[in-house]
């Protein structure tokens, strides 16, 4: 569709005065977002810029005839971060159950508390002769949800004012720390690649291709194991994903922080405290906080005088680093009620049609058609790929009407179904001038997929559009398109031990501190947001440290 009807391009509000500011935050994603409210919560003058016409990245949302769609992220988990962040501030939302479904070829069960079991007794009926193995790999899935529970058991106490009581820090807060330090401990283990890990416990390729293509490539074991547990900490915002973003710059408002959309960050200038915009203007800042792409970041701050080596290095590792596997979604509208859709699908569902597994395909076959030298012959092998992968991948399926009617017509209803897709694959049909007619073939092998688990949906489709990793790339400057922060394919360029989270928001260009989903790695929603929160909290730290 349209630019404007996607992603609609208006200035939220705007600096009156003399562009100077105690903090710029760059970017207002849910992590620039968190950063600047807790700032100008605290008395702090506060600008955000975001180079898109809206705020919230990644957490998006927009209505095309009367359907509401979610355009990024398509439910929350709580993991102990967000409720907790949203009482310190004092915002009051509603979250709708959001039970998550998952459809493997014509099995299907429903992850709730015992889902565990129901799952291992659905793969075991899909791969009879591989019990042993789903038995282990089940020990396994459970040891890290204990884990979990340990973890994420309470509100994290980052969000909490421990002063004000001491009771819960002494019986609550301290026997916690204890626990989550030997829990870390137990996570080492779980550190190998997600298909490794799960190779030395069988060597079924699909059996593994059907719990691990869900994530993506090389994702530690821990953190695609946990998912097990974290699905069923999903919870919907009422009103639609945006609606967490809304109710973070209505706070913001209240407290007098402001936003500037449109607004694109292109240079700093770290000794005179200012950044310059694409339009020409100069903001001027004590301390900047960036929320944004990271690659951007050294590119606006450049060669820094006297630079040492450290700072050099880490720009050359963040140059070389990639984006983290992206995603293509196809936006259906349907002339479908609720309760067909739901009896397919549920809520939010994970759908594999086929249990043959991407293994078989090989991820990255395409690629030698994509050097074959006869572009007609690489188009038409690179479609024989393509109908092969959407067959055998695995898809994320999401209605929100199904969670909140109030968002869609009576009678009709929106489906947003999404795949991990490689943006260099994109990256070479786009430059091979054949992208819309790319989009055109998704939308149609996914219907087809479809057609499995709700027969009659393409006779149902009232209107389509497909999205690329090429248009996370353009709407939401993240490089490759990434949805969660950097590859866990090569060397990461940011701190991944979780002890040590708070010391990735500090970064070596002067007066400049960091936060999102390039900030830490695993990255996700809960990480982006205790990294604006970290970031916001050490931002203060110095500029009372200064003043006093």
Same mark, same amino acid.
């Given at each position: 569709p349209p630019r404007s009807t996607l992603f609609p391009y208006t200035t939220l509000f705007r600096s009156n005065v003399n562009n100077r500011y105690d903090v710029l935050v760059v970017g207002a994603g849910m992590a620039g977002l968190t950063a600047a409210c807790y700032l100008a919560k605290a008395g702090l003058r506060v600008l955000t810029c975001e180079r898109a016409g809206k705020p919230g990245g990644l957490v998006a949302d927009f209505t095309r005839h009367g359907i509401h769609f979610d355009a990024g992220l398509r439910a929350v988990e709580n993991s102990g971060v967000i409720r907790p962040m949203l009482r310190d501030l004092g915002i009051e939302m509603e979250f709708l159950p959001n039970p998550v479904t998952i459809h493997m070829g014509d099995e299907v069960v429903r992850l709730e508390q015992g889902g565990l079991e129901q799952y291992a007794a659905m793969l075991t009926k899909l791969f009879p002769k591989n019990a042993p193995d789903i038995k282990a790999i089940q020990g396994e899935i459970r040891q890290v949800m204990r884990i979990m529970d340990v973890l994420y058991g309470i509100d994290n106490p980052l969000f909490l004012d421990m002063k004000s009581n001491p009771e819960y820090l002494l019986k609550t807060i301290l026997p916690w720390l204890l626990r989550y330090q030997v829990n870390m401990r137990k996570v080492k283990r779980f550190r190998r690649p997600i298909e490794q890990y799960l190779s030395a416990l069988t060597g079924n390729k699909a059996l593994i291709d059907m719990i691990a293509q869900h994530f993506f490539r090389n994702t530690p074991a821990f953190f695609a194991l946990s998912y097990f547990g974290l699905y069923m900490d999903y919870m919907y915002p009422k009103g639609g994903t945006g609606s967490l973003v809304r109710a973070m710059v209505d706070f913001l408002r209240t407290q007098g922080g402001e936003i500037e959309c449109n607004t694109e960050i292109m240079s700093l200038d770290p000794q005179a405290h200012a950044a310059t915009a694409a339009d020409g203007r100069t903001m001027r800042y004590d301390k900047l906080v960036w929320a944004a792409d990271m690659k951007s970041l050294y590119r606006a701050a450049g060669k820094l005088p006297d630079a040492g080596h450290s700072y050099r290095m880490q720009v050359e590792q963040v140059a070389k680093g990639r984006g983290g596997d992206s995603v293509l979604t196809v936006f259906l509208e349907l002339d479908l009620d609720t309760q067909m859709v739901s009896q397919a699908f549920g809520a939010h569902c994970f759908y594999t049609p086929a249990i043959e597994g991407l293994s078989s395909l090989g991820l990255n076959s395409w690629a030698a058609h994509a050097n074959d030298t006869n572009g007609d012959d690489r188009r038409k092998a690179l479609e024989g790929w393509l109908f092969r992968y959407f067959t055998l991948t695995t898809y994320e399926v999401s209605c929100p009407a199904v969670r909140d009617t109030a968002l869609a017509p009576k009678g009709r209803i929106g489906l947003i179904v999404s795949t991990l897709f490689n943006v260099d694959l994109v990256r070479i049909i786009h430059q091979s001038g054949w992208y819309l007619e790319f =989009?055109?073939? @998704?939308?149609? +092998? %996914?219907?087809? +997929?479809?057609? =499995?688990?709700?027969?009659? %949906?393409? #006779?149902?489709?009232? #209107?389509?559009? @497909?999205?690329?990793?090429?248009t996370i790339e353009k709407f939401t400057g993240n490089a490759d398109g990434a949805i969660t922060g950097w590859s866990f394919c090569g060397d990461v360029p940011v701190e991944s031990r979780f002890q040590k989270i708070a010391n990735s928001v500090h970064t070596l260009v002067p007066h400049v501190y960091q936060a999102g989903q390039w900030t830490f790695n695993p990255s996700g929603l809960p990480v982006s947001v205790l990294t604006g929160k970290l970031a916001a909290d050490a931002v203060r730290k110095e500029i009372t440290r200064a003043k006093s």
């Open positions: =989009k055109e073939l @998704c939308v149609r +092998q %996914i219907l087809a +997929q479809l057609e =499995k688990a709700l027969p009659g %949906i393409g #006779d149902n489709l009232l #209107d389509s559009f @497909c999205a690329t990793p090429l």
